[in-house]
């Protein structure tokens, strides 16, 4: 028998919904080469899809329901106790839902990453996609960034751009995006279990140098 790799990246991914951005994460994580393994799945709602796509996968799942929970800190607090059980050297949020307190955030500085449907700093929080039609913008696109105290705020790592077309709606602008997010995800992913990543003095480092600007996948014409 194979001695098991002890080195290898242990990623925690936390969703509320579907979980479509999870499942791209299972699907490269399973592959041979994929230098990280997803040890559980975390999910703040007990009907979450994201909880199916995990247990289909064979990965260990948990479930905080903020629905039990009368604060915040108490919440947050319990899906804590659940995730250091991981001992995640990863924390990927794939639409996970909900706001944390300082507390959380500062417990996984560094090492917590989400991904937001916007061209950052455009549109932090809801309805970004509504917000940029609403704005006539021409282009709208997903970043992933280091998660800090600052909502949507950290430093972003990777941005990937769609164009808006004049008949776009928010749910077909969604589903642009949609694609952008499943491709962009996995190789930042992979990208911090090489290595190659990290967040230092709230800058983003890659190859061991600081980013002059987030890495950028434009829209083929
Ligand atoms: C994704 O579009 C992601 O960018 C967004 O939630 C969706 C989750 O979809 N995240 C946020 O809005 C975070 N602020 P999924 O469950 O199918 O992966």
Redesign the pocket.
Known sequence: MMAPDITEPRIVVL????????QTLIDATASQDFPGKIVAVGCNRPQAF?LERASQAGIETFTVDHTEHDSRESFDTALRAEIDRYAPDLLV?????RILTTEFVRRYHGIMI????SLLPRYT??G?HQRALDAGDKVHG?SIHFVTEDL?GGPVIAQAEVMISPEESAASL?EK??VK?HLLYPIVVRWYCEGRLKMEADRVHFDGAPLPKPLYLAEEE
């Open positions: 969703a509320s919904g579907n979980g479509t951005n999870l994201a949020l794939a639409g996970f839902m989400n991904i937001h449907p929080g809801l970004t997903v949507d969604a995006v949609r997010e």
